[in-house]
T-cell receptor, first 114, second 112 residues
Framework: NAGVTQTPKFRILKIGQSMTLQCTQD?????MYWYRQDPGMGLKLIYY???????DKGEVPNGYNVSRSTTEDFPLRLELAAPSQTSVYFC?????????????FGPGTRLTVT | DAKTTQPPSMDCAEGRAANLPCNHS???????VYWYRQIHSQGPQYIIH???NNETNEMASLIITEDRKSSTLILPHATLRDTAVYYC?????????????FGKGTLLTVNP
């Protein structure tokens, strides 16, 4: 299994541009998550999904959108990028039920907005 | 969810046991203690979790005090590859609460 994969690994955006961060997992996990990590800080939850067609906001959702049309994919959309969105973005997944806290993370996408 | 307190940094000699403490004095009865680590520039990695009994797996041991207000993660024979930020997280297992709250963690540096 590849686990959780994310693309791209790195990206530089200009202010006002948009992009989609891709996340795919091959573990058949129902739950998926997007986090961001600013330098020297812990992770903050942006959005999460408990299954295909179901998404909900996390701690810092403003400026982002998500969709979950399949179990495997959970893309994160940035509209009108701002410098405050410069961060490392991690996607994660977890199995349903008691194992939901055993989250498996992807390698991250480093985004710079200038 | 209950908050946790961890020292910002610790050092350990290679081959020795690394004992990482965590205080969670406001933990409630149905909340678990979870440990993750993050090696530089990588995504966090799940290590272990427990409710009130001590737990051990191939990576580490988790010791939870009887009053559950603190815990210790033990890496029995630390290697250089164990240098990472270690996060102690408290949260309810299963059900509808599945959101991890990451603090700043403890930077463990394993020295040769």
């Amino acid at each position: 299994n590849a686990g959780v994969t994310q693309t791209p690994k790195f990206r530089i955006l200009k202010i006002g541009q948009s992009m989609t961060l891709q996340c795919t997992q091959d573990m058949n996990h129902n739950y998926m998550y997007w986090y961001r990590q600013d330098p020297g800080m812990g992770l903050k939850l942006i959005y999460y999904s408990v299954g295909a067609g179901i998404t909900d906001k996390g701690e810092v959702p403003n400026g982002y959108n998500v969709s979950r049309s399949t179990t495997e994919d959970f893309p994160l959309r940035l509209e009108l990028a701002a410098p405050s969105q410069t961060s490392v973005y991690f996607c994660a997944s977890s199995p349903q039920g008691a194992g939901v806290y055993e989250q498996y993370f992807g390698p991250g996408t480093r985004l710079t907005v200038t | 969810d209950a908050k946790t307190t961890q020292p910002p940094s610790m050092d350990c000699a290679e081959g020795r046991a690394a004992n990482l403490p965590c205080n969670h004095s406001t933990i409630s009865g149905n909340e678990y203690v979870y440990w993750y680590r993050q090696i530089h520039s990588q995504g966090p990695q799940y290590i272990i979790h427990g409710l009130k009994n001590n737990e051990t797996n191939e990576m580490a041991s988790l010791i939870i005090t009887e009053d559950r207000k603190s815990s210790t993660l033990i890496l029995p024979h630390a290697t250089l590859r164990d240098t990472a930020v270690y996060y102690c997280i408290v949260g309810r297992g299963g059900g509808s609460n599945y959101k991890l709250t990451f603090g700043k963690g403890t930077l463990l540096t394993v020295n040769p």
